[in-house]
């Protein structure tokens, strides 16, 4: 069970746009602390997509958004292209020092 | 290029120990706190552990307490995962991971980069 709670699926066709959910608690999100978010492709190892709620490391295409609201944070990705079919997974920091992270949500590309 | 590399990885029996090591390069060592996140197989990545920047703090994810123990040699550009009383639930691919900032504090730094990670299999 993971701290962070993520929809296990999601899946658009070429060209949509799609958002996923990260929801977390008063002792993670709740208390102001930033989310991030990270794109783990088949057999590869995770990457940073979204920093600290809304910032795009470099390299990253614009086409990749991220908010925080209250105990809650979501990723959107528009124009959604093939090469976005991925997990992604959502992090947080809880009150007992622990890095936390959503269980992972897989991206299905029509 | 920063780079992170990780080894130490193979097929263990339950109860034994191991240690991984991760070998840094491409930035500054020693300004960068260092994270262990694992993931088992088929499943979600799980943090394990983290150790600041001249090894004042280590804390651990409560699965792995007691077990698990964390170190880093600023000298060699290195971190160390001991882990003792292997169980197959340790079963994972461990991954060494920066912190992505060097003046971001615990609660609002993000992970980056990632190493490519090194499989662990706890089976008799």
């Known amino acids: 069970q993971s701290v962070l709670t993520q929809p296990p699926s999601v899946s658009g066709a070429p060209g949509q746009r799609v958002t996923i959910s990260c929801t977390g608690s008063?002792?993670?999100?709740?208390?102001?602390?930033?989310v991030h978010w990270y794109q783990q492709l088949p057999g590869a190892a995770p990457k940073l997509v979204i920093y600290?709620?809304?910032n795009r490391p470099s390299g990253v295409p614009d086409r990749f958004s991220g908010s925080k609201s209250g105990t809650s944070a979501s990723l959107a990705i528009t124009g959604l292209q093939a090469e976005d079919e991925a997990d992604y997974y959502c992090?947080?920091?809880?009150?007992?020092?622990?890095?936390?992270f959503g269980g992972g949500t897989k991206l299905t590309v029509l | 290029e920063v780079q992170l590399v990780e080894s130490g990885g193979g097929l263990f029996k339950p109860g034994g120990s191991l240690r991984l090591s991760c070998a840094a390069s491409?930035?500054?060592?020693?300004?960068?706190?260092i994270n262990w996140v694992r993931q088992a197989p088929g499943k979600g990545l799980e943090w394990v552990s983290s150790?600041?920047?001249?090894?004042?703090?280590?804390y651990y994810a409560d699965s792995v307490k007691g077990r698990f123990t964390m170190s880093r040699d600023n000298a060699k550009n290195s971190v160390y995962l001991e882990v003792n009383s292997l169980r197959a639930e340790d079963t994972a691919v461990y991954y060494c991971?920066?912190?992505?900032?060097?003046?971001?504090?615990?609660?609002?730094?993000?992970?980056?980069?990632w190493g490519q990670g090194t499989l662990v299999t706890v089976s008799s």
């Open positions: 491409g930035f500054s060592f020693s300004s960068y706190a």
């Open positions: 991971v920066r912190d992505g900032s060097p003046w971001a504090g615990d609660s609002d730094n993000w992970l980056d980069p």
């Open positions: 600290t709620n809304n």
């Open positions: 150790i600041s920047r001249i090894s004042t703090y280590i």
């Open positions: 992090q947080s920091y809880d009150s007992n020092r622990n890095r936390v």
């Open positions: 008063s002792s993670n999100i709740g208390s102001g602390n930033d």
